[in-house]
């Protein structure tokens, strides 16, 4: 079973430019999260996809941030515009229906210069 | 509000000795907790839970300890290899809202010494 696929792998960019990065969830996995991960630290849950409908985003900036899940498998987090802070990894999970385990991709890493 | 957090944030082992990590919770209604192993370079990696109902679950060479009284968790891994080498997070799966959400820790670096 392929696991979950992310993209770029890295990405350098300066402050106030836009990024988006890509996830594809392992198939048939209905939920999806979005995490952000400082250098140091735990993952922070930003966003929760249930399908194609956000189930919390309450930890997203919505300032700055967005993100998407039109059909309801792929999914992609936009930045715009970035800042230093935003520098980190951007973990990409998803989970099926009947468990409670969430399984992770590689993740983005994030520099804004 | 929930929060999740580690004794330690660096462990130094001989290969082949027994590794603990220790973990803290705060939520004594927290009902399911995970431990994820994070190699360089990689997302976080199940690697084994425990439901608030258990004490004690092994998996391979891996045991997770429950103590609810004083609200600690622990991952015990045997005989430690190189391979082991990693941060370790406990990350606990609570709700917000309606949904169903992991915390994580702050992670504990696990390094395997020769």
């Known amino acids: 079973e392929a696991g979950v696929a992310q993209s770029p792998r890295y990405k350098i960019i300066e402050k106030r430019q836009s990024v988006a990065f890509w996830c594809n969830p392992i198939?048939?996995?209905?939920?999806l999260y979005w995490y952000q991960q400082i250098l140091g630290q735990g993952p922070k849950l930003l966003i929760q996809?249930?399908?194609?409908?956000?189930?919390?985003d309450s930890q997203l900036p919505k300032d700055r941030f967005s993100a998407e899940r039109l059909k309801g498998v792929d999914s992609t987090l936009k930045i715009q515009p970035a800042k230093l802070e935003d520098s980190a990894v951007y973990l990409c999970?998803?989970?099926?229906?009947?468990?409670?385990?969430?399984?992770f991709g590689p993740g983005t890493r994030l520099l804004v210069l | 509000g929930e929060s999740v957090g580690l004794h330690l944030p660096t462990l130094s082992v001989q290969e082949g000795d027994n590794s603990i990590i220790n973990c803290a919770y705060s939520?004594?209604?927290?009902?399911?907790f995970i431990w994820y192993k994070q190699e360089s370079g990689k997302g976080p990696q199940f690697i084994i839970d425990i439901r608030s109902n258990m004490d004690k679950r092994q998996g391979q060479r891996v045991t997770v300890l429950l103590n609810k009284t004083v609200k600690h968790l622990s991952l015990q891994i045997a005989a430690t290899q190189p391979g082991d080498s990693a941060v370790y997070f406990c990350a606990e799966l609570g709700f917000s809202g309606s949904a169903r959400q992991l915390t994580f820790g702050s992670g504990t670096q696990l390094t395997v010494l020769p």
């Open positions: 999970a998803s989970e099926s229906g009947g468990e409670e385990t969430q399984y």
């Open positions: 198939s048939g996995h209905a939920t």
């Open positions: 996809f249930q399908n194609n409908g956000v189930v919390d």
């Open positions: 939520n004594s209604a927290s009902d399911y």
